[in-house]
C-alpha cells in the first residue's frame, strides 16, 4: 500500500523536464485522478538549478550510500543528501513508501523507467509502465542490493527511476517534457491500481527490458588523453543491438574499433553528456524478459 510517495526533480539542476512537471504540478495541482494519493512535489537541488548546473560540489544521486549518509562531509550536497534522508528516509527504515525521481539524459534512450530490484513488485511495475506506454524502455540495475546504491530514489521503501532524452543540459524539449509527463503519470495509475489490488502479475503481458551490463570507456593514450570518439553507426542507437564485429569508436587518424564481445550488447547512456569527465562512452546491457 503506497501511504506517501514523493516525486522528485532536480536531482541534477540541468536536467528540466522533472523540475518543469514538479513546478507545473505545484502550480496547477496533480491530475484529479491521482487525488488518492498522498504525492509529494520536491526540487531536491535547489541550488545547482539555479546555477544551471547539473551539481555544485559533487553529484546528489550518488551520496546516498549507507557510508556517505553515515560520514560527516561538507560539500553542499553531501548536506544536502543528509537533509533528503531526514525528510524521506532515514534509508533502510522510510517514512516513505515510494520515491519516482526524475531525471534527463543527453543520450537517446526515449522514456526510460530505471528499476533496482526484478522481483514480483517490480515485474508487474514494468509490465504496466510497458502496457500503457509500449514506447518505454525498462531499464534493470540489479547488479547490487537496492540499499546499496547510491540513488536518491532508495531513501524510499521502494524507490525508480525516470530516465528521458535526448535533451541537452539545461534545455527543455517539448517531446521530451510530454514523454516525462506521460510516463510520471504512468507509475502513478500503477500506484493507483496497486493500493486497489487490481494489479495480478500473470494478467500482464511479460514485457521486454534491459539487464545493466558494465561501462565501456573511450580508449585512451598513455597519457590519459583520448584517441578516439562514438562511431556515427553506434551514436544515437541506444537499446539497439550492437552486434560482434561492429564499429564502436572512430580514431582521430580515421580508424574502427569493433565491439569485440562474444554476441551483441544494447548499449544506452551513450555518449552521454554527463559521463564526459568520467570518459564513460556507453553502458551495456543484455535484453531479458520481465
Not at 515510494?98 to 509490465?127: C, K
Request: aromatic letters at 8%; glycine letters at 6%.
Amino acid at each position: 500500500m503506497f501511504n506517501s510517495i514523493a516525486l522528485v526533480g532536480g536531482t541534477h539542476g540541468n536536467e528540466t523536464s522533472g523540475i518543469q512537471l514538479i513546478n507545473n504540478w505545484k502550480k496547477q495541482g496533480i491530475p484529479q485522478r491521482f487525488n488518492a494519493l498522498n504525492v509529494a512535489l520536491t526540487i531536491a537541488n535547489e541550488a545547482a538549478l539555479e546555477a544551471n548546473v547539473r551539481f555544485i560540489d559533487e553529484d546528489l544521486n550518488r551520496q546516498f550510500t549507507m557510508d556517505a549518509l553515515n560520514t560527516p562531509r561538507a560539500s553542499k550536497e553531501a548536506l544536502l543528501a543528509q537533509s533528503i534522508n531526514n525528510k524521506f528516509g532515514p534509508k533502510g527504515n522510510a517514512k516513505t513508501d515510494f520515491v519516482i525521481d526524475i531525471h534527463n539524459t543527453t543520450s537517446e534512450m526515449g522514456a526510460t523507467l530505471i528499476i533496482l530490484e526484478a522481483d514480483e513488485f517490480h515485474i508487474q511495475l514494468a509490465r504496466f509502465v510497458k502496457q500503457q506506454m509500449p514506447e518505454a524502455n525498462i531499464l534493470v540495475e540489479d547488479e547490487k542490493p537496492y540499499l546499496e546504491h547510491g540513488y536518491l530514489c532508495t531513501t524510499g521503501k521502494k524507490g525508480v527511476m525516470i530516465e528521458v532524452g535526448g535533451q541537452p543540459q539545461g534545455v527543455l524539449r517539448e517531446d521530451v517534457y510530454l514523454l516525462t509527463q506521460t510516463m510520471a503519470e504512468a507509475i502513478l495509475d500503477f500506484c493507483i491500481a496497486y493500493n486497489n489490488q487490481q494489479i495480478e502479475t500473470d494478467a500482464l503481458p511479460a514485457c521486454e527490458a534491459f539487464r545493466l551490463g558494465k561501462n565501456i570507456g573511450f580508449p585512451l593514450d598513455e597519457k590519459g588523453k583520448r584517441i578516439a570518439m562514438v562511431h556515427h553507426a553506434l551514436q544515437d542507437n541506444d537499446f539497439k543491438p550492437l552486434l560482434p564485429g561492429s564499429p564502436m569508436f572512430r580514431t582521430f587518424d580515421g580508424k574502427d574499433i569493433l565491439w569485440q564481445g562474444e554476441k551483441e550488447t544494447y548499449p544506452h547512456f551513450i555518449n552521454e553528456a554527463a559521463y564526459f569527465k568520467l570518459d564513460v562512452a556507453f553502458a551495456t546491457s543484455e535484453r531479458i524478459m520481465l
